[in-house]
């Protein structure tokens, strides 16, 4: 059973704060546990240059990006000048425990083997960009 505590956001669905920002008045949080190996970082960096930025980073009211600091570190190199930043209302606590629960949930998820390798040779045949799959993954 989770454990809840007064200060916890309300669980009904709440419109966000997102705007396009300075992307220098965004900051990776220093005590991020999450590391972006140069793979990672390169898959990111192809994935913004081919389509754009489609989700906004998470960062909180004074620019720490809760989630995204890839995206960030990755924008920064590509020399981008703005981010999509949705802001969040969550204390840094709460923020810093959405962060490691938000990339956990991701690693959680599964692929469906079978439908991936079809989904992946029908882009691959069709020519389409697949940043973060190399030529061993389409095999």
């Known amino acids: 059973m989770p454990r809840t505590k007064a200060s916890a ?6 419109a966000l704060d997102v705007r396009l920002v300075p992307i220098a008045t965004l900051f990776p949080d220093p005590e991020n546990v999450r590391r972006h190996p140069a793979k990672n970082l390169q898959a990111i960096r192809e994935s913004l240059a081919t389509f754009g930025q489609q989700k906004p980073v998470v960062a909180l ?16 190199q590509l020399g981008w000048t703005h981010l ?11 923020a810093r425990a959405y962060a490691v629960a938000d990339n956990r949930t991701g690693e959680l998820a599964v692929w469906d083997e079978t ?12 020519d389409l960009p697949l940043p973060g799959w190399d030529e061993a993954d389409l095999r």
């Open 115 to 126: 439908a991936l390798a079809d989904l992946l040779k029908e882009l691959s045949d069709q």
């Open 61 to 76: 009211p004074d620019g720490r990006i809760v989630a995204g600091s890839g995206t960030w570190e990755a924008a920064t």
């Open 84 to 94: 999509s930043a949705a802001f969040s209302p969550l204390a840094v606590d709460l």
């Open 9 to 14: 956001p309300p669980q009904a669905p709440q």
